[in-house]
């Protein structure tokens, strides 16, 4: 029978960041002149930081995604592991009927084709159930990975004056080029990885 799930399309998706744009600061009070305003932000705007983080490094390195990760690819291979051995199981009753198909009287042969197409349907749709749980449980832990990587980007690019914050994938390269001095990878992640180290920590007390 056909395999539960395919881990390849669900499990190697890697960590897609979206791009976190941070609004520039505040123009100074309104008070002061045109000319003013205009020097002000014409000196904000040379001032402007555009960073990315490389998103297949973070996958790599973030300690939440990799725990992640790990968790889905155990609990995937528990399912199949599962719906496997039913599914032996059910070719061996298919085996043995066949063997046995003609010391049968006609009502019975009926009756027990007609049992185990009821149970093969069984089969059927208890992998679509375990599919889509999956499937659902998947997308709910990796928006909580999203969520901690985006939240911690915002609070990490204001903290450095970062207007912007570009993410940078092999698999997807909306960014062509970027000098590697805008890169900010290495920090970001020693960062989700602190915090996430900390938040560990308290659910164990």
């Known amino acids: 029978m056909n395999k539960l799930f395919s881990t390849g399309s669900k499990l190697a998706f890697?960590?897609?960041?979206?791009?976190?744009?941070?609004?520039?600061?505040?123009?100074?009070?309104?008070g002061t002149s045109t000319k003013a305003s205009d020097s002000t932000a014409s000196s904000s705007a040379k001032e402007e930081k555009i960073v990315y983080v490389n998103s297949d490094s973070l996958s790599e390195k973030y300690e939440y995604f990799k725990d992640i990760r790990t968790k889905m690819e155990s609990k995937v291979k528990k399912e199949e592991a599962s719906f496997q051995a039913k599914g032996q199981a059910f070719q061996r009753e298919v085996a043995d009927y066949q063997?046995?198909?003609?010391?049968?009287?006609?009502?019975?042969?009926?009756?027990?084709?007609?049992?185990?197409?009821?149970?093969?349907?069984?089969?059927?749709?208890?992998?679509?159930?375990?599919?889509?749980a999956i499937q659902q449980e998947e997308s709910k832990e990796f928006n909580a990975v999203y969520t901690a990587v985006t939240d911690y980007l915002k609070k990490h690019a204001e903290e450095n004056g970062y207007s912007l914050v570009l993410t940078y994938s092999k698999s997807n390269p909306t960014v062509l080029y970027a000098d590697s001095k805008m890169e900010i990878t290495n920090e970001v992640v020693a960062g989700l990885n602190k915090e996430y180290s900390a938040k560990k920590a308290s659910e164990k007390k």
């Open 14 to 30: 890697g960590l897609i960041l979206a791009t976190a744009a941070v609004s520039c600061n505040q123009n100074k009070s309104a």
């Open 99 to 132: 063997q046995k198909a003609n010391t049968l009287s006609a009502s019975e042969r009926q009756a027990t084709e007609e049992r185990l197409a009821r149970k093969q349907q069984e089969l059927g749709q208890i992998q679509q159930n375990a599919s889509a």
